[in-house]
């Protein structure tokens, strides 16, 4: 079910701020941000959120995050031998949320980790909110504000871009039960719609082109990959002044087949049509 939410009060201070940035010196504004950062930590707030129509991008929180960087102060946390020093706090308090952490984890503070996320040794970065079972495999990056959906699979080096500015950019989004094989890259606001299997190194930015060759004829698509496909590296042939190169696409090959036990149709799909991940 979606919420419907109403206008925030926070968002008239960070608004102000936002035009003013002489009003950072005033304490209800120091206090706004950091609440608006604690409540995307807590998973209350989010940059991007679902809604009847569509993903909305929520500019105001992306610029509550941008202004927290400047009223913060250098500082160097010390975690058991391990010594860093930054402007954001770590993430903390793993245990009562319900979330496993291995070493050498590390989550900052303004990020959510739903309960029974598991975080190998890999990084989640401020605004991000990573949904309820979802892995985060080893040397995996969730960028800033990244939106990453429940039952979802980031394996070993994934890489998700993250965004803070242009505020009106959307971040990139991994829905529900999408599995994303190893070395992938997903930047620029890329879409992946729920279900979905990126075969390793598939890289997706906003300008790459999605072909699916299910079909008697390509369709070609970017920015967004449709629901349960499976897809994989391809290229395609481009005409440069100094001769035709290969340049790198994505192929969707094939769709997941429905049903109820969604791990049972993920491994007919890689099965099916022999997806590395």
Avoid at 75 to 93: A, C, Q, W
Wanted: charged letters at 20%; proline letters at 6%.
């Amino acid at each position: 079910m979606y919420k419907i939410r109403q206008m925030n009060p926070l968002q008239v201070i960070i608004e102000r701020a936002w035009e003013d940035r002489n009003l950072l010196k005033e304490s209800d504004t120091i206090n706004a941000i950091r609440e608006v950062v604690a409540q995307c930590d807590r998973g209350l707030l989010r940059c991007a959120e679902p809604t009847p129509s569509g993903w909305q991008v929520n500019e105001w929180v992306k610029k509550a995050i941008v202004l927290y960087f400047p009223i913060q102060q250098m500082r160097t946390h010390e975690v058991g031998i391990f010594e860093y020093h930054d402007k954001i706090p770590l993430k903390s308090n793993f245990a009562e949320q319900g979330v496993r952490v291995v070493p050498h984890a590390i989550a900052r503070h303004g990020a959510y980790l739903a309960p029974n996320v598991i975080m190998m040794p890999s990084y989640v970065n401020i605004g991000a909110h990573v949904g309820e079972g979802t892995m985060v495999d080893t040397w995996a990056t969730v960028g800033s504000c990244a939106q990453i959906g429940s039952n979802v699979h980031l394996s070993g080096g994934v890489g998700i871009g993250g965004v803070l500015e242009p505020l009106q950019a959307a971040p990139v989004i991994i829905e529900d039960d999408a599995f994303i094989g190893s070395r992938c890259i997903v930047v620029e606001g890329v879409h992946v719609e729920r279900e979905a299997v990126l075969g390793a190194n598939v890289v997706l930015t906003a300008s790459t082109k999605i072909i699916d060759v299910t079909g008697k004829e390509p369709k070609e698509m970017r920015g967004r990959v449709p629901a349960a496909s499976v897809v994989i590296p391809g290229s395609y042939t481009k005409s440069f002044p100094a001769g035709d190169y290969q340049v790198p696409c994505a192929l969707i090959i094939g769709k997941r087949k429905p049903s109820t036990d969604k791990k049972t149709s993920l491994n007919e799909a890689l099965r099916t049509y022999d997806v590395a991940v």
